[in-house]
């Protein structure tokens, strides 16, 4: 396994096929770069899904994530690009990814994208990390 950023994701079996479930899972250190000024981007992305057959390695999800950080791209377009490589690797009967940005020209931006039929058992709208609130 590398040790450094990686657009590979490692899936490994679900323990638990039989029962749906939901795992979360917070990075409170996402980093990209604004596509205009080159400026960094802080966030913190949440992804919350119910497995199918397989699950997302943490520490390939980790390097995934990391490899974000130096890449231009607008807020709306990296949630929505996480969502689809996530979905893509894991094939989960539910996700979304909620990314929470930290202020920039006094505004924050939140985005969130899901894809498949949600639980109803997980709340509509994820709840934002506590330095998000103003």
């Known amino acids: 396994m590398p040790t ?10 679900n323990p638990a096929t039989a029962r749906r479930y939901v795992v979360r899972m917070v990075c409170p250190e996402f980093t990209c770069l604004c ?19 397989g699950l997302i390695e943490l520490k390939s999800l980790k390097q995934y994530l990391w ?16 969502l689809d490589d996530l979905t893509a690797a894991a094939r989960p009967h539910w996700m979304r ?24 058992d997980v709340p509509a709208w994820p709840q934002p990390p506590a330095e998000h609130e103003a």
């Not at 450094?4 to 079996?13: C, D, F, G, Q, T």
């Not at 990814?97 to 985005?111: N, W």
Request: glycine share 8%; charged share 25%.
């Open 67 to 82: 490899s974000w950080r130096d890449e231009g791209v607008f807020h709306e377009a990296v949630v929505n690009r996480v």
């Open 97 to 120: 990814v909620a990314g929470f940005f930290r202020v920039r020209g006094g505004i924050t931006t939140t985005v969130v994208a899901a894809t498949g039929e949600a639980p109803r």
């Open 4 to 13: 450094r950023p990686s657009r590979e994701l490692e899936i490994v079996p």
């Open 35 to 53: 596509p205009r000024t080159g400026q960094p981007d802080f966030a913190t992305l949440v992804v919350e899904y119910v497995p199918a057959e």
